[in-house]
């Protein structure tokens, strides 16, 4: 799908519209539909935006933002521009009022070149000197101010009055936020994954909630598995297994276009549906975190590819309130691990892995059969038994 598509598809529907007042449109009148408020530039020293920063009055993160991606060779090309007078493009925030009433800037673009110089200004990464090569560090703490260069004061009082514009806006809705956001990364490679966390929708805001929840806490699976969290990933992953499970019991397979379809629906995941996919994840945490149940992923060292984490989400999906017990449920997440690498060396989600992994688990609901009704019943996998460690 181009940019362009991309573009195109976003939805509309984040202005508040009377569409009684509008029933005919006369497409030979021109007329502004739809704008967002008139945004309004200021601009604020590198040391008010550090500080703002620290005291939590930018928010670098919101659901939709890309992971820091710049490398620290790039954040010290940011630091010498600001140092010689060269342009940085304007930072855009969205301006939300917190708890308290008090304003709270959103960063909707510019992430990268303000992680930069919060960075820079706290002493983990350097200016080099363009003649010279030499590094120097704005900050250096006291077990490194022998190794290190230190600014003097008036170079830091220099770099501390540089002036950033930042172009805010007020009273946008969470989709005209998203919309904002996907508009100015046009020009941008967006992974897939961060194409759809930037999609705003009630799904996507669910999703978000349930990564922050199950994902991304300080106790979430990434404390425990291993597989990739950069750049959205974290928020694809659920997303793809979520689709499975919703159009379940059609064996469906997840791909960027039909996922990002789904995901644009209006309407509110069911009740039900949540609390069987909290139930699910909830599953996850624990086979995850105890001891005797973690050999899945202690036994296979391999890291959790997307694919792998889908379908471990559907299997638990299926198996949910039925005769299973977590030692039972680890075993066939176990086996459909095996089964999956025991036949396929690059483990990518395509038609191929995906009709293996719905085979499996369609096993396992044979399986679940033929213990319900004491009959024989055939696993989802041919392979030997592990057993915890």
């Not at 799908?1 to 497409?27: N, Q």
């Amino acid at each position: 799908m181009s940019e362009k598509e991309d573009h195109d598809e976003l939805v509309d529907d984040y202005m508040d519209v009377d569409e009684e007042a509008e029933t005919v449109i006369d497409p030979n009148v021109f007329k502004i539909r739809q704008s967002l408020e008139q945004p309004y530039a200021q601009a604020f020293t590198t040391a008010q935006l550090h500080a703002q920063i620290h005291e939590g009055q930018i928010d670098l993160n919101p659901p939709y933002q890309r992971d820091v991606v710049w490398s620290t060779s790039k954040q010290m090309e940011i630091i010498d521009s600001l140092f010689h007078n060269f342009y940085v493009p304007p930072v855009i925030f969205a301006l939300v009022k917190d708890d308290d009433g008090e304003d709270t800037r959103v960063c909707v673009d510019g992430k990268q070149r303000l992680t930069s110089i919060q960075k820079f200004f706290d002493g983990q990464i350097a200016y080099r000197d363009p003649t010279t090569r030499k590094l120097w560090y704005y900050t250096c703490s006291e077990t490194n101010k022998s190794s290190r260069n230190e600014i003097p004061p008036e170079g830091k009082k220099l770099f501390a009055e540089k002036l950033m514009t930042c172009v805010e806006y007020r009273n946008l809705t969470a989709g005209a936020e998203r919309d904002v956001f996907q508009r100015v990364q046009l020009g941008v490679a967006l992974t897939a994954a961060e194409k759809l966390q930037a999609i705003s929708s009630p799904w996507a805001t669910w999703i978000n909630k349930l990564e922050s929840r199950y994902i991304s806490a300080d106790d979430g699976l990434t404390d425990v598995l291993k597989f990739d969290t950069k750049r959205g990933r974290n928020f694809q992953n659920l997303a793809h297994f979520i689709y499975c499970c919703d159009g379940f019991p059609e064996q469906l397979v997840p791909t960027q276009t039909k996922v990002e379809k789904w995901m644009y629906r209006a309407d509110e995941p069911r009740r039900e549906f949540q609390e069987a996919i909290n139930n699910v994840l909830s599953t996850l945490w624990h086979l995850a975190h105890e001891p005797k149940l973690n050999f899945p992923f202690s036994k296979i060292k391999i890291r959790i590819a997307p694919v792998e984490f889908c379908y471990m989400g559907v299997l638990l999906y299926v198996m949910r309130g039925k005769g299973f017990k977590d030692d039972e449920r680890a075993q066939n997440i176990y086996d459909l691990r095996t089964e999956l690498r025991s036949h396929e060396q690059d483990i990518r989600s395509n038609a191929r892995i995906a009709r293996r992994c719905w085979d499996f688990i369609e096993g396992v609901s044979d399986q679940e059969f033929a213990m319900k009704y004491n009959v024989p019943g055939k696993r989802g996998s041919k392979k030997g038994k592990a057993k915890a460690a």
